[in-house]
């Protein structure tokens, strides 16, 4: 069994990178909690010598002038008859040989691989997942539950659940669909795994496509400000060149609009508004409300403007159902109230 055993722990090194000192370390701690159950003592010590992939059991006695625990002590006569070596307060070691303890070896050593290859497994996910936390990945659609919208998806590492709430709103998903999802959580609580959150609705997921779609966002030209998102539907996107010869709007929108169409596309049709970050709150606010266009900005209080626009342009700026002024107050983190030319 010992050659077996060492034989397995190296494949297990080899193949799933479980270091064999941390698998000896389990098995020798499972060994002698064991033998003190089986044994009812707790003088007991694994020997472990890897060059010659040897392990063994050793009951330990103490050598004492009057024995009253024989299961841990032993008299120096009687010790002396097994070596003159012997003295007083020495420990006596012998090999545990006992078939049914053999057994209970071998059993103990299969279950802690199984146990260890679990969580080494179970770390290397989280790992995985955790270089991916606020990233984007694809993932290919395995499973689908047809009563909740759910699905279940193939990240490359694991498989993790897509919840219909983190879906796209009017996005249907069926298996075999490939897909961009936003890792934006990982527990390590879970019983069977990581708990694994990935979303298509995050503004995260708007973030990381614009980095990946536009060179100079990911080259840290133009930056990102800000982003306010209704998934499915709207986006209103800040953004602000470090580089007075780039136009940030532009880089982001690209020629005849392809580069903005691309991320449109993965995101099944939802609109992306790109305006132009300003410190001046009065210019923020205005362009954050485009594509309507406001005559003049008055800040009521701190955080609360009331913004004037013509006739023609208020319901454009107050957008369908509100939609425009909620994510442009969303955007730059003011209370906006849209009015009409004063008579």
Partial sequence: MNAELFEALDLLQKTKGIPVDYMLEKIEAALV?????????????????????????????????????????????????ISRRYTLDSVVEKEVKTKNFGRISAQIAKQVIVQGIREAEKSNIIRDYERKREEVIAALVVKRDDKTGDVVVDTGTSNALLSKAEQIPGEDLY??????????????????????????THPGLMKRLLETQIPEIED???????????????????????????????????????????IVEELHGEKIDVIEYSENAEQYIAAALSPAKVKYVEF??????????????????????????????KLTGYKIDIKGPRA
């Fill in 33 to 81: 909690s064991a033998y003190k159950k089986e044994e009812g003592s707790s003088s007991v010590r694994v020997a472990i010598n890897k060059e010659k992939k040897d392990l063994k059991v050793l009951s330990q006695r103490r050598v004492v002038e009057e024995v009253t625990d024989p299961k841990s002590e032993i008299s120096l006569e009687d010790a002396k008859a």
């Fill in 175 to 200: 298996v075999g669909d490939r897909v961009k999802v936003f890792v934006s959580e990982v527990r390590r609580e879970g019983e069977s795994g990581p708990i694994v959150t990935i979303s298509r």
């Fill in 220 to 262: 840290g030209i133009v930056l990102v400000k800000g982003i306010a998102r209704e998934a499915g539907s709207r986006t209103k996107v800040a953004v602000l060149s470090r580089d007075e010869d780039v136009d940030a709007v532009g880089a982001c929108i690209g020629n005849r609009g392809m580069r903005i169409a691309e």
């Fill in 300 to 329: 009521d209080g701190e955080r609360s403007a009331k913004v004037i626009v013509d006739a023609d342009q208020l319901s454009l700026a107050i957008g369908k159902e509100g939609q425009n002024v909620r994510l442009a107050a």
